[in-house]
């Protein structure tokens, strides 16, 4: 082997560690013990731009861009851009950042996506803390893995809070993306004023979001360049331990209505009992209404096998408080993220008491038998 690359293969055997020991424990890690991290509390304060930036002490985050968007010619496209940071152990009281790479516990990984209704293409990287390879800066704003970034635009960020406009690309081997975003209203918390209850025995994450964005830009898909506008939801959270142990996946949705409104929800799932529910509703006003486990019923109406896994990619949402009763469509049923954490993620559209479209996202359903 190479002096050269050593390196090399010894930051894709800890991003393997990384995927095999992190992620091991109920759907990606996720419920697993969370002994020596930070906890997200109630009443916590948060503060912008420092919150767009990393929670070291913290096990797990991640900046979570999903877009709808559309051609002039009328096409439809979903673009994803997602940065994930995870510690493989928490923090030593009164450590410094360690100097190399070897000494590094931070790992990052990013998955990119464009869908559009025949195909999906994804890439996916990863890299260790300690090469600046990967990172996220706050004033001005930066997140980036290689060559993809999500960074503050300049020219475009009047409030203040760091993220008002944004530039993004990503690119993988059919596809690259370049387009930039305009928020047109304020960041969103969810539940209790950002502490968001993720099942009956209260695991919980800090969990905020930038639904407003307008988005214009390219997409090259297989040699083509398109013009394509339309709108783009951030999602931020960071917890340490955000499932129960038992529970072993989620269905989450971020919806636009074409009145103005919005609905984020979610259903967390534990084998052998219903799922653990949550809802944010914003209206067209900007009014922002949340919903604990209960509220919001979502109802699985379309089975479809992709990747050898019967996955639901058509549901029923209804909630009663905002006369909300729709069904919502997969505009590709084959939008699986095979990547080393394998999950389904892509856009749909939305019919019933409300039109529009969205995103959904569905983890831990396990191949049939």
Known sequence: MSVRMAPICAVLI??????????????????????????????MAFSFPRDHGAHRGFRIEWWYLTSNLKSADGRNFGVQWTLFRSALAPPKKNAT????VWKSTQLWMGHAAVTTKDKHHVAETRVRGGLDLAGVEVEP????????????????????????????????????????????????FHGESGYSVKSANGSASAYYSQPFYSVAGDIELEGEKIAVTGSAWLDREWSSQPLDNQQEGWDWLSLNFDDGSKLMAFGLR?????????????????KVSAYGDGAVVLTPLTQSTVAGRQ???????????????????????????????????????????????????????????
């Not at 534990?270 to 900007?286: F, I, K, L, P, R």
């Not at 954490?341 to 983890?363: C, D, F, K, N």
Request: aromatic content about 10%.
């Open 14 to 43: 800890a991003c393997s560690c990384f995927v095999t020991s992190v992620f091991a424990q109920g759907f990606a890690g996720l419920g697993g013990a969370a002994d020596g991290y930070t906890m997200p509390q109630r009443g």
């Open 270 to 286: 534990q084998s052998g009992s219903t799922s653990y529910t949550s809802a944010t509703h914003v209206a067209a006003d900007g």
């Open 141 to 188: 704003f930066r997140a980036w893995i290689n060559d993809w970034q999500m960074r503050a635009d300049p020219a475009d960020n009047s409030s203040g809070n760091g993220i008002d406009g944004l530039q993004l690309n990503a690119s993988g081997p059919e596809f690259n993306y370049q387009l930039k975003l305009r928020a047109n209203g304020p960041l969103i």
């Open 97 to 100: 950042q360690p100097a190399t």
């Open 311 to 369: 996955i639901p990619t058509g549901w029923r949402v209804k909630l009663k408080a905002q006369n909300i009763n729709v069904e919502i469509a997969a505009q590709n049923p084959d939008a699986w993220m095979n990547t080393s954490i394998p999950y389904w993620e892509g856009p749909v559209t939305i019919a019933g008491s409300h039109a529009g479209r969205g995103y959904l996202e569905m983890t831990g359903y396990k191949p049939v038998k």
